[in-house]
């Protein structure tokens, strides 16, 4: 690789170890996929710093957040992170973390705020204003939302691990891959010939998608979506590809911002398969999201990725008036930019008036050996419904658990009879 | 016969030799993996419930979430990862875990994977000169 004469420094030391270590790694993974220089970093999304108290034990926590402090390490880039970390305004028994882990947790968060990383603590950091822009190169982790910065906004970003780190310290990445023209083409063709009309369905034919591009590499276009995609629609379809697959963008002819028409992302790259999706294969993918052995749930899941303020009004629509039944957990996931609108607006009023729990910064699915030993919830739930096909995906795998998924509202009205029904 | 030579690029560089776990459907070290015992949970893979502690992971791709590379290296922690891996496509991921765990792992091969090697092979990965070769069990 060339670097440049900064990069160099960087990289013999000159700046200190911690970002040395940090253009090590970032030119090793260039290296290993031909990358001819670094760019500029323009955007990082970091783990969530709930990763790093399950990856690392006490004595490392600790001695990270003073060395932090005491080297003063900053990064240099707009950076935030992913969720989860438990809501910790949150009366403590709904999640039911020990307090040596909070604490633990919090000293996470602390050493992510001396670095300049925002806390955002999302999977949907674009609901927060941290919005890129078409052409910006970023290197985030999230598999669901490198896919949207790439897809949706036509912004730049592999998929992201530590790198994302390294690149808000160092303020470069390698630039390949999804950096580069050819590699944003498309190798697979989806011709949609089911009937694309609600979230859920955007979720099934998305899950789809991401188990005809299970490989690195893979980028398809979709073809024959007549739907208009809401922002919780690209949520979604985000979510739902990133979890059955490999893909780091989708195009949709017509609708995503580099597929005007679909010539415009088969040009070099070598198509190399070409799927319809049938509404039969459509209906498949709902009876394959959805194991659940008895109509019987303990658990509703909403926001995976986070629920947005539209996705709470209709919420807030469909909980008026009624009651949760008793024993079942309802937990919807959010993000306090989102909360504080809901309560300003009297949503969230109406929601934990139903009994359901609005939860910041949380994620059911994450923190899973942590929860299973510290938490009563993994053991006392059985089966869940969400509207979300990402939780679908992982939670069975996670804890065993079964699942219905379902639109918003067979979660919510199953919450408050008990059983789940298809409408 | 001579045992197969399988030529691909380098992810990250070290020598080991093992018995090839063949799982034929793409996971991710996140989401689909219990890191503490590790064993493969992903409803939808064949492999589910099986091990790939110790072993010499031959796996097409690997998927789904960011958290593949701080799993993969809580994984090393736990001593419960794969003792190199060896992929049809590389991920950014899993280079940058196995270069942080220290574990050879390659891919880009001139042949396919699936194809050539089957569980219980005996492999030798050398990850310092992008060479597998492949002894049939």
């Known amino acids: ?423 | 016969m001579g045992n197969l030579i399988l030529k691909g690029k380098i992810g990250n560089k070290g020598y080991v030799e093992g018995e090839a776990f063949v799982v034929r459907q793409s996971f991710g070290f996140w989401g689909t993996v219990d890191q503490h015992r590790g064993v493969i949970t992903d409803r939808w893979n064949e492999a589910r419930g099986k091990s790939f502690i110790g072993k010499i992971l031959v796996v097409p791709s690997t998927k789904g979430s960011s958290a593949n590379w701080v799993m993969l290296r809580l994984c090393g922690r736990l001593r419960t990862n794969p003792k190199a891996i060896l992929s049809n496509r590389g991920d950014p991921l899993i280079v940058g875990a196995s270069i942080e765990i220290d574990i050879p792992y390659m891919y880009d091969f001139d042949k396919d994977l699936l194809s050539e090697i089957e569980t219980g092979d005996f492999i030798k990965a050398d990850g310092n000169n992008g060479v597998v070769e492949i002894v049939k069990k």
């Open chain 1, 1 to 423: 690789m060339e670097l440049t004469r900064e990069e160099k420094e960087i990289l013999d030391g000159k700046m200190g170890k911690d970002i040395q270590y940090a253009m090590e790694i970032l030119v090793k993974l260039g290296e290993a996929f031909d990358a001819k220089r670094m760019t500029d970093c323009d955007g990082a999304h970091l783990y969530s710093p709930g990763l790093y108290a399950f990856a690392f034990n006490d004595e490392e926590v600790n001695n990270t957040l003073e060395h932090v402090k005491k080297e003063k390490i900053r990064v240099k880039t707009l950076a935030s992170c992913c969720a989860c970390v438990p809501d910790m305004e949150a009366p403590r028994e709904i999640e039911g973390f020990s307090d040596s882990y909070i604490n633990k947790i919090q000293k996470c968060m602390e050493i992510y705020k001396e670095m300049g990383v925002l806390l955002t603590i999302s999977c949907a950091p674009y609901l927060q204003g941290i919005l890129p822009t078409k052409g910006e190169h970023l290197e985030y982790t999230e598999s669901s939302d490198w896919i949207f910065a790439n897809s949706v906004i036509g912004a730049r970003s592999n998929r992201g691990g530590f790198s994302a780190q390294y690149a808000a310290l160092t303020g470069k990445l390698p630039e390949f891959g999804m950096h580069l023209d050819y590699w944003r083409q498309a190798n697979k063709i989806i011709n949609v010939e089911a009937k694309i009309k609600t979230n859920t369905d955007v979720g099934a034919l998305f899950f789809l998608a991401g188990k005809y591009c299970d490989q690195t590499w893979d980028v398809p276009v979709l073809t024959g979506i007549n739907k208009t995609m809401s922002l919780e629609d690209f949520k979604q379809a985000s979510g739902a590809i990133s979890s059955s697959g490999a893909a780091a963008m989708f195009h949709m002819v017509g609708i995503t911002p580099e597929a005007p028409q679909l010539q415009a992302v088969i040009k070099e790259r070598k198509i190399e398969n070409t799927f319809n999706v049938t509404q039969n294969d459509l209906q498949n993918a709902y009876n394959d999201l959805s194991n659940a052995t008895t109509e019987d749930i303990d658990m509703v899941v909403l926001g995976c990725p986070h629920v947005s303020i539209a996705e709470m009004k209709e919420i807030c629509s469909i909980l008026e008036g009624k009651t949760i039944k008793g024993g079942i957990r309802v937990w919807i996931q959010t993000v306090p930019e989102v909360k504080m609108r809901a309560k300003q607006m009297g949503y969230l009023d109406v929601i934990e008036r139903a009994g359901a729990n609005v939860l910041n910064n949380t994620c059911a699915i994450m923190l899973v050996h942590e929860r299973k030993t510290q938490s009563t919830m993994p053991s006392e739930v059985k089966t869940i419904a969400t509207n979300q096909v990402k939780c679908a995906y992982f939670a069975p795998a996670q804890y065993d658990w079964g699942i219905w998924y379902g639109t918003t509202r067979e979660c919510l009205d199953s919450a408050v009879t008990g059983k789940f029904q298809k409408k």
